[in-house]
């Protein structure tokens, strides 16, 4: 057996790894779904599947990602209690465009130094996450890198399982011609091209996270921490509510680039530019980094977060329910003929 002083002597404290378990037990707690089986501790954590006995053709979905390095501002601003939503963004949305139920999450942790209470910090917004999600966080690692991490420095990852009913999986073979286009605000940056926004207002123009922005009424690293909101329960409610065909997450590579790819071939989805006015946060950043349209457009989701495709009749009721749920809600465009592969594009 290793000696713990002389592993500690390299760097790794495996007490300080107990302590910060013993600390997020409570934050994980309460993501727990009544299908999670047994605790936080062991070598693999278990969700009865007898759960899915409910559905006829029960698929399951899966989704993995990380953050990107938006963990830097967390770590500029020693806040870390909000990256969490950033990661459960990236994950449970992507489940759930097509309709799946995220049902449990794992994470990882790397750190250069295993800080308890940064870690215990870091698993309440993952946990807060889920919660927002209707997902459980059913385990997890957390990994001490010294020599390859500062002891400041983390990166965290994750994925996620859904389930879906087979015949009711949303995609591009339900979208059709006239369908109209939805888009659900996004609540900014979310956690999308933080190496060009970093390069641009920190690296370039030199600007500090404390520096007060009077475009975005706070201070720029308030803004550019504000975590990525959660879509997946008020996606599925609208999904309960209305016929939708397909929905896109608007992630890396920007509203057209995401939506293209559930728009079948020999169709287009045609998006009107003047049907919504992007947040200060884009328009601050294509102009002071001198960002063309198009670039800007092909990085950022300026403002969109989720579109909905369905049918021109459930407008209406998809905007009410929307609404209800307190999400931001507009009509973007519709689907048209094409005579070449499924695209979107802006005009």
Known sequence: MIDKSAYAAAGVDIEAGDRAVDLMKAHVARTRRPEVLGGLGGFAG???????????HPVLATSTDGVGTKVAIAQAMDKHDTIGFDLLGMLVDDLVVCGAEPLFVTDYIA?????????????????????????????????????????????????????VERSKILGPERVRKGDAVIAMASSGLHSNGYSLVRHVLLN????????????????????LLEPTHIYALEVLDLISKVEVHAMSHITGGGLVNNLARVIPGDMVAVLRRDSWTPPAIFQ???????????????TLNMGVGMVAILPESQVDAAHAALAAK??????????????????????
């Open 46 to 56: 278990f969700f009865d599947a007898s759960a899915l006995k409910g559905y006829q």
């Open 111 to 163: 750190t250069g130094k295993v800080v308890p209470e940064r870690i215990a910090a870091i698993v309440q917004g993952i946990a807060d996450a889920c919660v927002a999600a209707g997902a459980s966080l059913i385990g997890g690692e957390t990994a001490e890198h010294p020599g390859l991490l500062a002891p400041n420095e983390y990166d965290i990852a994750g994925a996620t399982t859904g389930v």
């Open 204 to 223: 370039e123009a030199g600007w500090s996270l404390d520096r007060h922005v009077d475009d975005l009424g706070r201070t720029l690293g308030e803004e």
């Open 284 to 298: 601050l950043v294509q102009r002071v980094g001198g960002i063309s349209q198009a670039d800007i457009d092909a």
């Open 326 to 347: 307190g999400v931001t809600s507009w009509t973007l465009g519709r689907i048209e003929a094409s005579e070449g592969p499924g695209d979107a594009m802006l005009i």
